[in-house]
C-alpha cells in the first residue's frame, strides 16, 4: 500500500482483557517496527523485525506482550490480561531493509485505553 | 544507554518568524531522523542525517548534525501555521542498531 495501515484506530477495552494490534506495513518493505508512545514515557522500541531473521524483542516491557508476523508482511502485536498501564498510542513502522540508511514511515497508530 | 534531550520542550512564535529546535545526545550520534507529529497521527518523516557536518534542507526546514557537540539542529524559516505540530529527533540506540531511541518532542505553535 501507500503507507504503513494499521487497526483498529481505537481501541477501547477492559482491564484483564486480550488486544490485537495489527499492522501492515509498505509494499516490498522488510523491516518492520512497534513502538509505543505514552505521556510519561515518550516514544519507546518495543520489538523489530528483519526479513526471516529472529525477531529482537529487546523493548518488550513484559512477557503479557508478543508479536508475530506471518509471511514477512503483516505483523499483530497481541498484549494479554492488559493492565491500566498499557493504555499508550502503539505505532508500527517500517523501512525497505535494516541497513542504516533506511527512515522508518510510521503509521498513525492504534491508541488503546485500558479501563 | 542513548538518551536524546530537546530543547526547548514547546515554542510558540509569530508567523513569519524564524526557528531553531536543537537536539542533544547523551553518547555519540550515529545518525539522526527528524520526525514531525500532529495529535492523533504518526510521524512523518523529514530528513536523515548521517555524517558529522552533514546539512540537508526541505522546503523551508534546514536540519544540521554537529558530531562534535554530539548534536542536531533544526531550522524554520519564514513560519507558517502548517508547520505547527510535535517535532522529534531519533538516532540508533548504538551503532548500526535498527531500533530508534527519540527525544521527548518539541511542541511548535504558530500563531497567525
Known amino acids: 500500500g501507500a503507507g504503513v495501515s494499521q487497526s483498529p484506530s481505537n481501541k477501547v477495552t477492559e482491564k484483564g482483557k486480550d488486544v490485537e494490534l495489527r499492522c501492515d506495513p509498505i509494499?516490498?518493505?522488510?523491516?518492520l517496527y512497534w513502538y509505543r508512545q505514552s505521556l510519561g514515557q515518550g516514544l519507546e522500541f518495543l520489538i523489530y523485525f528483519q526479513g526471516n531473521s529472529a525477531p529482537d524483542k529487546s523493548g518488550l516491557p513484559s512477557d503479557r506482550f508478543s508479536a508475530e508476523r506471518t509471511g514477512g508482511s503483516v505483523s499483530t502485536l497481541t498484549i494479554q490480561r492488559t493492565q491500566q498501564e498499557d493504555s499508550a498510542v502503539y505505532l508500527c513502522a517500517s523501512s525497505r531493509d535494516s541497513t542504516s540508511n533506511q527512515p522508518q514511515h510510521f503509521g498513525d497508530g492504534t491508541r488503546l485505553s485500558i479501563l | 544507554s542513548q538518551e536524546l534531550e530537546q530543547s526547548p520542550q514547546s515554542l510558540i512564535v509569530q508567523e513569519g518568524k524564524n526557528l531553531t529546535i536543537n537536539c542533544t545526545s547523551s553518547k555519540t550520534l550515529y545518525g539522526l531522523y527528524w520526525y514531525k507529529q500532529k495529535y492523533g497521527e504518526g510521524l512523518i518523516f523529514l530528513m536523515m542525517l548521517q555524517k558529522g557536518g552533514e546539512e540537508k534542507s526541505h522546503e523551508k526546514i534546514t536540519a544540521k548534525l554537529d558530531e562534535k557537540k554530539q548534536q542536531s539542529s533544526l531550522h524554520i524559516t519564514a513560519s507558517q501555521p502548517s508547520h505547527a505540530g510535535i517535532y522529534l529527533c531519533?538516532?540508533?540506540?548504538?551503532?548500526?542498531?535498527?531500533?530508534?531511541?527519540f527525544g521527548q518532542g518539541t511542541r511548535l505553535t504558530i500563531n497567525p
Open positions: 531519533g538516532a540508533p540506540s548504538v551503532q548500526g542498531a535498527q531500533k530508534l531511541v
Open positions: 509494499s516490498g518493505h522488510t523491516a
